[in-house]
């Protein structure tokens, strides 16, 4: 079983940054992708961006440019800093872990709020 644990949501003006954090439990967490969705009040749960264990990355267009995903696998955890925030970006931020080793298990965290208002 592996636990996840995210941080770092709050408050924020828009234009405003913040850095969320993904922590996950195991001795292997190099081995593992590590996602971060979003989920607004009312709406859908959405993919913003994703980091592989070789390091690639993947974003949604709609955070392209100002969110990056990055990964110290030495601390078992996975950011996600957040430029430039908008008002649409308000939501409950989850991180998912995947582990594919012939067959596929997935981890989520609780979340952390996200709200940009003035």
């Known amino acids: 079983q592996v636990q996840v644990v995210e941080s770092g949501g709050g408050l924020v003006q828009p234009g405003g940054s913040l850095r969320l954090s993904c922590s996950a439990s195991?001795?292997?967490?190099?081995?593992?992708?590590v996602a971060w969705y979003r989920q607004a009040p009312g709406g859908q749960r959405e993919l913003v961006a994703r980091?592989?264990?070789?390091?690639?990355?993947d974003y949604d267009d709609s955070v392209r440019g100002r969110f990056t995903i990055s990964r110290v696998d030495a601390k078992n955890t996975v950011y996600l800093q957040m430029n430039s925030l908008k008002p649409e970006d308000t939501a409950l931020y989850s991180c998912n872990v995947r582990i594919v080793r012939g067959t596929t298990a997935e981890y989520w965290g609780q979340g952390t709020q996200v709200t940009v208002s003035t």
């Open positions: 980091i592989t264990n070789g390091g690639r990355t």
């Open positions: 195991g001795r292997m967490f190099g081995l593992y992708h």
